[in-house]
């Protein structure tokens, strides 16, 4: 069993900073990509940015520039760092990784629960 868990969202004024974080646990060898989503009332969840065990990153255009993907590879965790936020960033973020559970063969997708971020004055 894995599990995936989100912290650091809340509300921000237009142009402050968030740093969302996520901790997976539990029955894991190893974990390849991770990544976060976000989901904006009325619209479909999306690709916000994503890393590769190798370090490798890419962001969804609307925030390029201004967003910053990491993780710790000894802790698990995923880290986005949103700069310059705007109120179209208000939405539920999704944590996510491809991993493969101890004894498992393959790799699997696991979701956090979900995260709100609103930006607003």
């Known amino acids: 069993q894995v599990q995936l868990v989100e912290s650091g969202g809340g509300l921000v004024q237009p142009g402050g900073s968030l740093r969302l974080s996520c901790a997976a646990s539990?029955?894991?060898?190893?974990?390849?990509?991770m990544g976060w989503y976000r989901q904006a009332p009325g619209k479909q969840r999306e690709e916000v940015a994503h890393?590769?065990?190798?370090?490798?990153?890419d962001y969804a255009s609307s925030v390029k520039g201004r967003f910053t993907i990491s993780r710790d590879n000894a802790k698990n965790t995923v880290h986005l760092q949103m700069n310059s936020l705007k109120p179209e960033d208000t939405a539920v973020y999704y944590c996510?990784?491809?991993?493969?559970?101890?004894?498992?063969?393959?790799?699997?997708?696991?979701w956090g629960q979900g995260i709100q971020v609103t930006v607003s004055s």
């Open positions: 996510s990784i491809h991993a493969q559970p101890l004894g498992a063969v393959g790799t699997f997708a696991y």
């Open positions: 539990g029955s894991i060898f190893s974990i390849n990509a």
């Open positions: 890393i590769t065990s190798g370090g490798s990153t």
